[in-house]
């Protein structure tokens, strides 16, 4: 090496000893790309990210050790479950060979999940999100005990018996209601909706929304069918929709829930879902375990282990509820 060489590789590395200062320069930091479904980009990038879901996963991961720019990257990417934004981003980190794809989704078949799993078979995969059913019947795992390949993780469970849970706590905040519209894309389980619905003496009158422009069209819908509630399905899809249809439910006098809480937040009756916060925690544990040289095939994937209910006194006061206290009781969180 000549002298002006030396010269300037000790300026760039300032003060440190010849020996760390050669190891850091070809240490290769392992790099980590983390793309949630439901939120912005906005929401997941930089040191501290505003979304609580990519904290809680940043804040576990910073308690496993594992602390960004310093021994590990972690690529922030919310799509707000725009599927080509996702594909793109999953054909980037497999063309740059990253270390590891992590992948946040909500529904039972989340393409989110699906594309990342299906994006490689060399990079480890952890995704959170999908049922325990969804993810062995689409092939992304071999069974949830031994999952086989390169993909591992934490289900959402099952959606419908959430779903039906969901609708039997609106029936037991208010016992009069008979008709509910249903907001979600069709699915296979619209039908078990329906049956758990008339279960319970509700008329479900199913409300398709396959896409953002279709609610102004689903709601005006549901208003016409006199409705007495609004319920939205497991669709990541309905994150970015929970204002409007808070707003239409304060407008009309219609009770609202949903799987998220914000919903609740934004002036809804009610949410009842898993815990997504502690979804993210329990990814992280994955993250943690995987770069650290577990494999995949390795680690059994798990069911969700907590669920939230969430409930809007001032809402409920507005349309003239009293929420039993049986249910009160039973809330993780109340809005006054």
């Known amino acids: 090496m000549t002298s002006r060489r030396r010269f300037l590789l000790a300026g760039a590395l300032g003060s440190l000893s010849p020996t760390v200062a050669f190891a850091q320069a070809a240490r290769k930091l392992p790099v980590v790309v983390y793309v949630f479904a439901s939120v912005p980009t906005s929401e997941m990038n930089g040191a501290n990210p505003k979304g609580p879901h990519a904290r809680a996963l940043v804040h576990r991961l910073r308690d496993l050790g594992w602390e960004d720019g310093r021994n590990f990257v972690l690529e922030r990417h ?18 740059r060979k990253v270390d590891l794809i992590l992948a946040v989704g909500s529904t039972a078949g989340t393409t989110t999940v699906v594309d990342a799993v ?5 990079i480890p995969v952890v995704f959170a999100g999908g049922s325990g059913e969804s993810v062995v019947a ?17 289900t959402v469970g099952v959606g419908q018996d959430i779903g039906a849970k969901r609708l039997e706590l609106l029936k037991e905040i208010a016992p009069r209601i008979k008709r509910v519209a249903y907001l979600n894309p069709k699915s296979a389980g619209d039908e078990f909706m329906r049956k758990a619905a008339a279960r319970l003496g509700i008329t479900l ?13 689903a709601l005006a819908f549901a208003a016409r069918e006199k409705v007495d509630a609004i319920l939205t399905g497991a669709s990541s899809m309905h994150h970015a929709a929970v204002g409007r249809i808070a707003a239409f439910g304060a407008e009309k006098k219609l009770l609202t829930a949903s799987f998220i809480p914000e919903l609740v937040e934004a002036g809804g009756l009610m949410s009842y879902g898993i815990d997504f916060i502690d979804l993210n925690r329990r990814a992280a ?13 390795d680690l059994p994937v798990e069911q969700p282990r907590k669920f939230e209910l969430v409930l809007n006194q001032k809402t409920a006061r507005t349309l003239g509820i009293s929420i039993p206290k049986s249910v009160l009781l ?3 969180r109340v809005i006054e």
Do not use: F, M
């Open 138 to 154: 689409l092939g992304l795992v071999a069974s949830l005990a031994r999952p086989g390949g390169n993909a591992t993780g934490v």
């Open 78 to 95: 919310g799509v707000q479950d725009n599927r080509e934004r996702a594909q793109a981003i999953y054909a980037d980190a497999v063309a």
């Open 118 to 122: 299906r994006a490689t078979r060399t």
């Open 205 to 217: 009158v199913l409300a398709p929304v396959e896409s953002r422009d279709q609610y102004e069209q």
């Open 330 to 332: 039973r809330a993780d």
């Open 285 to 297: 544990e994955y993250v943690d375990k995987i770069l650290r040289g577990a494999k995949p095939a």
